[in-house]
């Protein structure tokens, strides 16, 4: 506790909300295995992926046992959402957003699926697992082949038709963190 | 002639003299508007005072009020079974002020309310940094804290009025995805200290502990760095589960999706991560078929919330009240129109008027009995002003989905019947 009030006092003599001598005396440094447990992220440059390979073959297997009961048989939709079609539709009445027809990246795919799905087990799939319905998902939207087998390697490389379709927000295009 | 125009009402600073030729000359009417709602007659029939129930350890709300909020399973899809809900909506047309209670403050999550036991809760700090950092709760509560009064608010409030208006809506229906608590917590800048976070990274990633691990990016701008903090307490007491218990981040202004809940990971980058929420689902598809992305502000809005939609008024003296913000700061104005925006008056803005909350506004008016439709628009410190229906229309479409802050306008009808239009 003592240095806690060392440091307030520290932070109120200068008149600062924010403080920073001193202020590694909160918490503790991570391990390197820690972190490796919780780092999950995937970018669209493909940091973040892990070893592993899955095959559309093999992801046409694990969407029937995980994802079919909510996103239909086919990935046509059900209690939740479709997962291909829709090109075209974006400029129309009724947009139909898929994978295929409005996400940017291949990347987050991996990274949602291995983050989220299956929704009543999330993180219950192994990286070759999540390689392969990521490809079997990228497939029923003929943005790979039939044979198609994706890893880390690969996956950054799938160009997805509506990589171009977003307009950034200009307030958030240059930023400078002067921290 | 605007029966308005006769009982003129000046902001908070008005001559009293003014104030009270106002009640004066309505009195007649508001008597009579008041009296069908008196249920004892006289003092006698008031029921005798007596021994009442026991203290207790906690409040409980009255028998005779009756307050909740409407799960919700998307646009026009209410009041569905909670297992088939993503968000819940605050009855904003039932409460005054403009703090929300914690219980009322509304719901949005992708994957249920993690339990978890704030004894074992972790957070995460590491990326771009000098100096990694795990905290547990009792770190962070000995941290130097700041507190602050903020609304937070989905990107999908006011998704129910893109493309037509169910007339049967009430305002908890319209607008009830908004809600303005007091958050406490520790300031983001701390933790940029704490951490050594390097001054090249321009993104931080919130990611929480629920099911769906639902993570946005944040960008590092000045704005963020001096105003966002990661919160612990909400109204005097720990983060109510269903808002984020024991940690969550506080983004004053922007999306509510930012404020991650749950929270146990910040990473910092030098660009956005991309994840499925800020690319597949909170972007605005434009008539074009392009999306904005990153429209992360929540823009001047305000509504009114009496008389609001499925309420019945009577001929003669209204209070017309409502809640204005605006994520780019305090609301400086806000006017209300009784005659379907074809004139306009300002309301009173009652105090206090804070930045990046809501604001509650009030005006009076008597109404002649005919059919009408009545507006709100607020202004905010940045001059921005709330757009009409049409012109936001014109410049978003009707797919854009989330960040709907058109006027809302409600139509009443000579029965005194309230509800919901497009304007």
């Known amino acids: 506790m003592r240095s806690h009030n060392k440091l307030l006092m520290a932070a109120v003599a200068a008149g600062a909300v924010a403080f920073s001598a001193g202020a590694h005396d909160f918490g503790r440094a991570p391990t390197a295995a820690e972190i490796k447990l919780w780092d999950i992220d995937v970018r669209p440059d493909g940091a973040g992926l892990p070893e592993g390979r899955g095959s559309v073959t093999q992801g046409k297997v694990v969407f029937a046992n995980n994802c079919a009961a909510c996103h239909g048989a086919n990935g046509q939709g059900g209690l939740n959402d479709r997962l291909f079609g829709g090109q075209g539709t974006l400029a129309s009445a009724s947009p139909v957003k898929t994978v295929g027809s409005y996400w940017p990246y291949a990347t987050t795919l991996f990274d949602y699926v291995r983050r989220a799905m299956p929704h009543h087990a999330p993180g219950s799939l192994g990286h070759d697992e999540t390689y392969a319905v990521v490809a079997y998902i990228l497939n029923l939207n003929e943005l790979v082949p039939d044979n198609a087998t994706l890893d880390k390697a690969s996956l950054p490389k799938v160009l997805m038709p509506n990589r171009d379709g977003f307009i950034p927000e200009p307030e958030f295009q240059n930023i400078k963190n002067s921290r | ?423």
Not at chain 2, 377 to 401: C, H, W, Y
């Open chain 2, 1 to 423: 002639m605007n029966e308005t125009e006769k009982f003129p009402t000046e902001a908070l600073n008005s001559k009293s003299s003014s104030r009270r030729k106002f009640f004066s000359a309505s009195a007649g009417i508001a008597g009579a508007a008041f009296a069908g709602r008196v249920h004892g007659q006289t003092l006698g029939d008031v029921p005798p005072r007596g021994l009442g129930d026991p203290l207790s350890g906690s409040s409980k709300r009255s028998a005779h009020v009756q307050l909740s909020r409407i799960p919700e399973a998307g646009p026009g899809r209410r009041n569905v079974d909670p297992s088939a809900a993503i968000n819940s909506k605050t009855p904003l047309d039932k409460l005054v002020g403009t703090i929300t209670p914690a219980d009322l403050h509304y719901e949005r999550s992708h994957s249920g309310i993690p339990n978890i036991d704030p004894a074992k809760h972790q957070l995460l700090i590491h990326g771009m940094t000098r100096n990694a950092r795990v905290l547990t709760m009792d770190d962070i509560r000995a941290m130097p804290s700041v507190s602050r009064i903020l609304f937070i608010e989905c990107t999908g409030n006011g998704w129910e009025n893109w493309k037509k208006a169910d007339a049967n809506l009430t305002v908890q229906n319209t607008h009830g995805l908004i809600s303005t608590n007091e958050w406490t917590g520790v300031s983001l800048a701390s933790l940029l200290d704490l951490a050594g976070v390097d001054r090249k990274s321009t993104w931080m990633l919130a990611e929480g502990s629920d099911g769906a691990g639902v993570a946005r990016s944040i960008p590092l701008t000045d704005e963020v760095i001096n105003e966002a903090f990661i919160a612990y307490g909400q109204n005097g007491e720990p983060l109510r589960p269903a808002h984020g218990f024991p940690l969550r981040v506080i983004v004053p202004g922007l999306e509510g999706n930012l404020h991650i809940k749950w929270l146990r990971r910040l990473k910092f980058g030098d660009q956005p991560f991309m994840t499925r929420w800020e690319t597949a689902r909170y972007t605005q598809v434009l008539p074009d078929g392009k999306a904005r992305q990153f429209q992360l502000r929540q823009e001047v809005n305000s509504v009114i919330t009496t008389p609001s939609g499925t309420m019945q008024i009577a001929p003669g003296y209204q209070r017309v009240t409502g809640l204005a913000w605006s994520g780019n700061g305090r609301i400086t104005r806000v006017e209300v129109s009784t005659d379907g925006a074809k004139s306009w008056k300002d309301a009173r803005l009652n105090m206090p008027v804070l930045p990046k909350a809501q604001a509650r506004f009030e005006t009076e008016w008597v109404w002649d009995g005919k059919p009408t439709k009545i507006v709100s628009r607020a202004t905010d410190e940045k001059g921005q002003v709330q757009p009409d229906r049409e012109s936001f229309i014109a410049r978003m479409g009707t797919n854009a989905l989330f960040h709907y802050n058109a006027q809302q306008t409600w139509s009443i009808d000579a029965g005194g019947r309230v509800s919901n239009a497009l304007a």
